[in-house]
């Protein structure tokens, strides 16, 4: 093997001449891929005066010497662009963004949060979760699903929303899933602050099932908001 599993980074071989030149590459790798800050995943060619050291996630149909490398990292190194596959579950800031990004195996992607609380468990693995997930959903077209989704076997008790960003479009939007489009909200606002709280009798979901804002009206051509699943979980015993 003449290189590392995980970041891919060249070994040095027994009795190899130039050393300095695979200990560098090596060097010049985890300088990019260590603490990975990004300036932009918006890009689709390189900007015109990178700085040294500055980082890119290449976005889709890139041109250029960027072309055939989309959601490669690149990074300006000794006046020339490195490029670095990424691995699933790698993570990056995202500075113009202000966020933080996942690669899960195809695409970066925003990551959920929440929290979880274990209300109860027994010795032999049994558990009641309660958990609450979050998404910033940008919304466009005719409705918009959401990333994260209620799990299989969950019961959900509410999804709440608030608008983060004032909704252009639509006059209002629903808050559901495919077959009940306003299960947890019909007619909310599309004034940015506004916020609502869901709450629906305890329901049990059989499949992954995600979430859809609808647009009333008209299409959404802006705005975000975001989404919270509030639920619990059952955990069979694992011995």
């Given amino acids: 093997m003449n290189e590392t599993p995980n970041l891919v980074l060249p070994y040095i071989l027994e009795a190899q001449a130039q050393k300095h030149v695979t200990h560098n590459e090596a060097i010049r790798a985890l300088d990019a891929l260590v603490q990975l800050v990004i300036t932009s995943q918006s890009l689709t060619e390189p900007p015109t ?43 990056a800031w995202v500075i113009d963004q202000v966020q933080m990004l996942y690669f899960d195996g195809t695409t970066w992607q925003i990551p959920p949060r929440g929290m979880s609380l274990i209300a109860n468990a027994t010795p032999n693995g049994a558990q009641t979760r309660f958990d609450i997930i979050e998404e910033d959903i940008p919304l466009v077209g005719a409705f918009t699903d959401s990333t994260i989704v209620i799990p299989d076997r969950a019961i959900v008790f509410a999804v709440t929303t608030h608008t983060t960003t004032a909704i252009t479009g639509a006059s209002s939007y629903d808050c559901g899933i495919v077959g009940d489009l306003a299960k947890y909200g019909g007619t909310l606002s599309i004034t940015a602050g506004s916020t609502n709280s869901g709450v629906t009798g305890p329901t049990a979901f059989y499949a992954n099932t995600p979430i859809r ?21 059952c955990g069979a015993p694992t011995s």
């Fill in 49 to 91: 005066a990178p700085l040294e050291g500055e980082r890119y996630i290449i976005a889709a149909n890139a041109t250029g010497v960027w072309a055939g490398k989309d959601a490669q990292i690149t990074a300006w190194q000794d006046g020339a662009w490195a490029y670095y596959i990424p691995k699933a579950g790698w993570q």
């Fill in 213 to 233: 804002l609808t647009a009333n009206t008209a299409n959404f051509t802006g705005g975000s908001v975001r989404i919270a699943i509030h639920m619990m979980l």
